[in-house]
Every structure is written in C-alpha cells, then in structure tokens.
C-alpha cells in the first residue's frame, strides 16, 4: 500500500464539476490500491471574494475574525470533495482543522504549521481509503484558527506529506508543472522536468506563485520530493528534488517576477558609521523585510544616498518610522511604487561565467534602467519600471536559450 498526498488548487475545484473530476483523480489512486490523504484549497476566487467581504465591514477588520472568515473557503471544499467521493463508492471523510487538530504558531494570518496529530486520519485510513484535509490552516495553542499564508496550501501539503510519513507529495494545479517562466504571460515558456529544491525556492520567492515557498522550504528542509502537475491534463508534470538528482546544463533555469516591491531612496543622509544601522534597525524591529540596499558613494564624503526596497504594502509603515526617528537626518525620501523585480535562477550559473553581464546587456538592449540589483549563487534579480517588465522576461526568456 503506498499513502500518497494529493494537493488540488483554487482552480482545480473551481466548480462542482471540477470537484466532481477532482473525485475520479482520487477513485483511480484508490482502484489502483493507494491511500490517499487529499489537501484541498478554497474554490478559485473564495479567498479573494472572502478579503473583500471583511474590507465592506472594515479595513481594519479584527484579524482573529478575519481567520475565521478566511479558513472557511477551505471547508467548503473539504465538505463538497468528500459527499463527491462518497457519491461514487470510495469511502472517504473530511476533517476540520481543529478536529484533525493542525497546531500552529505564529501570527494570525501568518502562522505556520508545528504540528499535526495523525492518530485519528491513520486509524481512519486502516478501513478507509481517503482523509480529506483543509489546506491552508490550523489551530492556534490557544484555541484560535489561524492561516499560513496566501497559497499556504502547498505548505499544508508538505507538512501532511512530512507528518504522516507519505509515499508521494503531489501538487494538482491549472499547469502541468513548473516552466521557465509563467507560462500565461510567455506562451513560449519550456516546462521543466525535474528541477532542485534550491532552484524552486528561488523562483517561488521571486515570485512564481506555481508552489508557495514556504512549502518548498519544508520539502527541501526535511528531503521532502514534490511532483507539480495538472488536474486537468494526463501529461508528465515537473519533479522537485535534491541537487544531487539534477543534471545541469544549462546556465539559467528560469525567469520570475514579482510587482509587489517598492523602492525608497533617502537623499542627503550622513556619511558616517552607524547611519544605515540607525535607519535599518527599526524598520527589522518592525517586521518590515528589506531586500536589496544600494548606498551612492558621497561627492562630498559628508552625505550620501540610500536606496532599498521594501514590499509595496509596507511602504507606508516604512516612511512612518523613517520620519519619526529623529536620529535620521536627511535631505528628502522619495517613494516609487511603480517598480517590478526580475529574476533569473539557475543552479548551473555557479559555474557558468558571464551570466551577469548577458543579462544587463540585454536589458540595455531593450533600453530598459536597472534601478538595483541582488545576487546570490543561483539568481540574479534588479528591479525595474513597472511597464517595462513584460519586456525584460520575453528578452532574458530568449537570451538564455529557454523559449
Ligand atoms: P493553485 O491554485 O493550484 O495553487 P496557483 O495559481 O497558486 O495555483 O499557481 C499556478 C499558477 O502559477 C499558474 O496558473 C501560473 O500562471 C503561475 N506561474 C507563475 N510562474 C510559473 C512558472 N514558472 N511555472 C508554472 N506556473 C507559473
Ligand atoms: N485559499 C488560500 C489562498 O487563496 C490558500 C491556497 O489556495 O493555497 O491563498
Ligand atoms: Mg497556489
């Protein structure tokens, strides 16, 4: 007997339908012997129709409430899925997070997954053939429900996968794996077959949203390999694994983008030890995530200019403690939230020398301003105009042999 997680997405029980299709994905698993545990998101658009709702009572609508509100997306599906399954014969249950339980820690909207109690879905699973799990949340030490995360399905998934000691991980979505870049922007977009956990982490936190990259963090953690692949086609889908597996030839593996940065610049800052601790110090405090930071050099050698970036919805928190820290002295902070970032990752570019260079002038090629840049052994990211982003995948896309 192998005990398999299958991870179906927003879209994939989009519709009754849709679930109905989900149930025969699930009944050939069982024909064919397996146990399944089956990890299930809201209905495609439920999570954002849900925000919405809380947004008509309040912008700052009470966040343990606004988990009750959010997990509920999830056990709507849970309950359709299963009365699905039990329609056709196979004999299946659905648990609520609280019953199963998933216990969390964290901040409400923000937790993430320590344990889960397995006593009850494995004595279930003896005589029975599949646990139907909600994505996507869990129970707080106190009692509460709390979420993981937008996507943080794929995270339930491999925590289940993990905890329970599953045979298989497999994420069920609208594409038929990972591609080297978003393959509904870039039609030319080339699916991967196998790539490295280092990679997909890379590309899940640059921004492509095909697997949530605290999920992938986990799998690569704990030696966890995830299958991505489509609920609605039969065709091969893209394996997830350690390095060792992985066959590398080529430079760059893909391209990822994201639009939810902001760059922040401060004029005129002091040129002297302990500024940027003094303007970074309190923005970490705050949880406020800086990515890339650029620092001019002075003219003067008496100021300078800093420049980072932040995410785009804490721009207004960041720009609140810069101009109440009386510690800061500077000339003018300017904002532009009509920034995007693009990546390029590969494993293969440790080895491949000139990479960086292809892709600046690439970019300048396309005419297009490199406003800042990150590195790290296996990606490349600089953030750009806003407009100009569909123009830099397509070129990076095709410089680096991916189209
Ligand atoms: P699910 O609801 O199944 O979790 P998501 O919408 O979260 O699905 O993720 C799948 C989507 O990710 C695809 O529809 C695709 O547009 C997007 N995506 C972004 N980058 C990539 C990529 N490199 N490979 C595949 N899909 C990608
Ligand atoms: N329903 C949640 C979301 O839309 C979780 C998920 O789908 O993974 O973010
Ligand atoms: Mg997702």
């Known amino acids: 007997m192998v005990k398999k997680v299958l991870k179906f997405g927003g879209t994939s029980v989009g519709t009754t339908e849709r679930i109905q299709h989900v149930a025969y994905i699930i009944k050939k698993e069982i024909s064919a012997g397996n146990k399944v545990i089956a990890i299930v998101s809201a209905m495609a658009g439920k999570t954002n129709e849900l925000i919405k709702l809380s947004e008509e009572i309040s912008k700052e609508f009470d966040k343990r409430e606004l988990d009750v509100l959010l997990s509920s997306g999830e056990q709507v599906t849970c309950a359709l899925l299963s009365a699905a399954l039990l329609k056709i014969k196979v004999k299946a249950k659905s648990w609520l997070n609280w019953q199963i339980p998933i216990l969390t820690d964290g901040d409400h909207s923000n937790a993430r997954i320590i344990n889960i109690n397995i006593e009850r879905i494995n004595k279930y699973l003896d005589n029975n053939d599949v646990a139907i799990v909600p994505g996507f949340q869990g129970i707080s030490k106190t009692g509460d429900i709390t979420t993981i995360g937008r996507g943080g399905s794929d995270a339930t998934a491999v925590a289940v996968a993990k905890i329970f000691k599953a045979d298989t991980c497999e994420i069920y979505t609208d594409v038929d794996g990972v591609y080297s870049t978003d393959p509904n922007k870039i039609p030319v977009a080339k699916k991967i077959d196998k790539i490295s956990f280092d990679e997909m982490l890379e590309l899940s936190s640059l921004g492509a949203k095909v697997m949530q990259s ?190």
């Open 214 to 403: 605290s999920a992938v963090q986990t799998a690569m953690i704990y030696d966890i390999p995830l299958e991505v692949k489509s609920t609605f086609t039969e065709r091969k889908g893209t394996k997830i694994f350690s390095q060792e597996n992985i066959d590398y030839t080529k430079s760059v593996t893909g391209v990822a983008y994201s639009k939810d940065d902001a760059k922040i610049t401060i004029t005129g800052v002091e040129d002297r030890p302990g500024v940027a601790a003094n303007i970074f110090e309190p923005l970490n405090k705050a949880q406020i995530n800086v990515d890339m930071v650029i620092q001019n050099i002075s003219s003067d050698t008496k100021t300078t200019d800093i420049t980072f970036t932040v995410k785009r919805n804490d721009v207004q928190k960041t720009l609140q403690i810069l101009k109440a820290k009386s510690e800061i002295k500077y000339k003018e902070i300017i904002k532009n939230q009509k920034v995007a970032k693009v990546s390029i990752v590969g494993a293969g570019m440790v080895s491949t020398p000139g990479v960086t260079y292809r892709m600046f002038r690439a970019l300048s090629d396309e005419n297009i301003n490199i406003l800042a840049i990150s590195t790290s052994e296996i990606k490349l990211s600089v953030i750009i105009d806003e407009e100009k982003i569909l123009k830099a995948i397509k070129k990076l896309h095709t410089i680096f042999e991916l189209d």
